[in-house]
């Protein structure tokens, strides 16, 4: 009788598995089509830039309407204001009267201001490599091009984005986490995002 209960478990631990990694992926795939029609975006990420051999840290703001992106830094305080625009369903970058020179994070010319974009990119438009449960949350890996992985985890009811990591050159060169996620037809004008406190 043993020998014919655990394959019978093994089965059903298999099914269930797989029945949650097709919800998750079904989620996924909705959260990803709400995105592309969604007519104005609105958050803020606290951004940790990893180079070669220093750690920096941003605070920006990101927003998107029909008419293209912008994403502004709020903190440092030094740089506080800095804004640079992108046209829609782009990752290219134009600053409008300063230019941010933070340094390129990895071969392919990433930048702390640029990974907002990028990681909008990725879930618009990458392919789903995995899924998985982490404390709660669904965890997806995205591969959008052979040059970038996008490990992305999600809150559920209604799926948002939390936190990512972006990997370039085989290493972690970015690590987002998301607040105050604004999705859907179109938004009031933003306030100008407070100073952080230091």
Not at 70 to 76: C, D, E, H, L, S
Not at 115 to 139: I, K, N, Y
């Amino acid at each position: 009788m043993k020998r014919l209960l655990l394959p019978l478990l093994l089965c059903l631990c298999l099914l269930l598995s797989g029945c949650g990694k097709d919800r998750a992926e079904r989620d996924f795939e909705s959260f990803s089509a709400r995105l592309n029609a969604a007519q104005s975006l609105r958050f803020t990420a606290k951004v940790r830039a990893e180079y070669e051999h220093k750690t920096a840290r941003f605070t920006l703001a990101y927003e998107e309407d029909a008419e293209g992106g912008r994403v502004t830094v709020v903190a440092p305080e030094l740089i506080r204001g800095v804004s640079a625009r992108f046209a829609p369903g782009g990752t290219t970058l134009e600053y409008d009267s300063v230019v941010l020179d933070t340094g390129s994070l990895d071969s392919f010319g990433l930048s702390p201001m640029s990974s907002l974009p990028v990681l909008l990119h990725a879930m618009r438009v990458g392919h789903a490599e995995s899924f998985r449960e982490e404390d709660g949350q669904t965890v997806v890996q995205l591969a959008p091009d052979d040059k970038l992985l996008c490990t992305v985890w999600f809150e559920k009811d209604p799926m948002r984005p939390v936190r990512a990591e972006l990997v370039t050159d085989g290493r972690v060169t970015v690590v987002v986490e998301i607040n105050d996620w604004q999705e859907g037809a179109a938004l009031p004008a933003s306030p100008t995002p407070a100073a952080e406190p230091q």
